[in-house]
């Protein structure tokens, strides 16, 4: 409790609990449906045997994509977010692991879906 000067009054400072990073948990979710989209990207890309697989891979391929990067774009955000330093009153943030590993998912399912990708227009050229 510090007390103010010249009233009788005071102000306590409440001491706030850390919250997991938001960010951290969209990026999380976001990697992991990259990663899913992906492994369908690829099912496509082997299944299908004319150039209608290599179209339905390609627009799986952009969704996969788009939300890959969306992950990571989310990941190193939640990064600075949980890094930047906070006054005690202030809300601090955790989830530093769950930053981690939606940067690393977006990153793999991003690589995947581009992967599937080419591997779909190799077979269907062949």
């Not at 979710?29 to 369908?40: D, R, Y």
């Not at 045997?49 to 891979?57: H, Q, Y």
């Not at 990064?79 to 769950?98: M, N, S, Y």
């Not at 940067?103 to 227009?121: E, F, N, R, T």
């Amino acid at each position: 409790m510090e007390s103010v000067d010249g009233t009788p009054f005071g102000v306590v400072h409440l001491e706030v609990p850390p919250v997991t990073s938001g960010l951290a948990v969209g990026a999380l979710v976001a990697g992991t449906v990259s990663i899913l989209v992906s492994l369908l990207v690829i099912c496509f890309g082997l299944v299908g045997s004319s150039w209608t697989g290599v179209w339905a891979a390609g627009a799986f391929t952009v969704l996969g994509t788009l939300t890959g990067a969306g992950a990571v774009v989310a990941g190193l955000l939640a990064l600075r977010q949980i890094r930047r330093p906070a006054p005690p009153p202030a809300v601090r943030f955790t989830g530093r692991g769950l930053a981690v590993a939606g940067v690393s998912c977006g990153g793999v399912g991003l690589g995947l879906s581009l992967l599937g990708l080419v591997l779909a227009l190799v077979i269907s050229l062949t």
